[in-house]
């Protein structure tokens, strides 16, 4: 079976520290693996993926990811947090292996930077 | 048009009335997807499409049936809405294979 988790329902992080959003994963195969970005009454936006190659990622807006396949996780990262960051984000994937495009999202977790 | 929109944008449904959720992309994406997102629950797949005239089931299908009539549009139909189906609801596409979704602004759906 395929599932995320997101163990962090809510992280705090002072403006200008260094953020980390955690996701672990579980797939059968070789996954797909994607991060996302909900602002309060607006609809998922795409922030980066891993298919393959390089373990780390960068995406948009300064956010970078590690895939780390022996710990089956794919934690979102950002040097230098900014008060816009506060958003809902979100962990998913997929089996490369599955013909049918399915993805699984993680439950989300709430991302709070004060100023 | 531009990505992908969805109508009605809130909604207030007596139970037991049918009820269709409109998706329309103009991306020509052939993976079209249908999702739900409760508060702790994140996003539970509802149904998904490959491609026109094939449909699949998601997590959580049942009360739920879509169509794909064509590579644009993806309704969600509700054929006899439940208390349980309030939700927040989000239509996204992708083109096949490991491509990111796009997400449109969702559908706010309460059934009383």
């Known amino acids: 079976a395929q599932s995320v988790a997101q163990p962090e329902d809510q992280v705090n992080v002072a403006e200008g520290n260094p953020l980390t959003v955690k996701c672990t994963y579980s797939?059968?195969?070789?996954?797909?693996l994607f991060w996302y970005v909900q602002y309060p009454n607006r609809g998922l936006q795409f922030l980066l993926k891993?298919?393959?190659?390089?373990?780390l990622v960068k995406g948009s807006y300064g956010f970078e990811a590690e895939f780390n396949k022996s710990q089956t996780s794919f934690h979102l990262k950002k040097p230098s947090a900014l008060v816009s960051d506060s958003a809902l984000y979100f962990c998913?994937?997929?089996?490369?292996?599955?013909?049918?495009?399915?993805?699984?999202f993680g439950s989300g977790t709430k991302l709070n930077v004060k100023p | 048009i531009a990505g992908i929109t969805q109508a009605p944008t809130s909604q207030i449904l007596a139970a037991g009335r049918r009820m269709t959720l409109r998706c329309t992309q103009d991306?020509?994406?052939?993976?079209m997807y249908w999702y739900r997102q409760d508060l702790g629950l994140g996003l539970r797949l509802i149904h998904y499409?490959?491609?026109?005239?094939?449909?699949g089931k998601g997590e959580v299908p049942d009360g739920y049936s879509v169509s794909r009539a064509n590579t644009d549009d993806f309704p969600l139909t509700l054929a006899s809405a439940v208390p349980s189906q309030t939700s927040v609801y989000f239509c996204?596409?992708?083109?096949?294979?490991?491509?990111?979704?796009?997400f449109g602004p969702g559908t706010r759906l309460t059934v009383l």
């Open positions: 797939v059968s195969g070789n996954p797909y």
């Open positions: 996204a596409s992708s083109l096949r294979g490991g491509h990111e979704q796009f």
């Open positions: 991306m020509r994406h052939n993976a």
């Open positions: 499409s490959n491609t026109a005239g094939t449909t």
């Open positions: 891993y298919i393959t190659g390089d373990n």
């Open positions: 998913a994937v997929r089996d490369i292996r599955d013909n049918f495009n399915k993805f699984y």
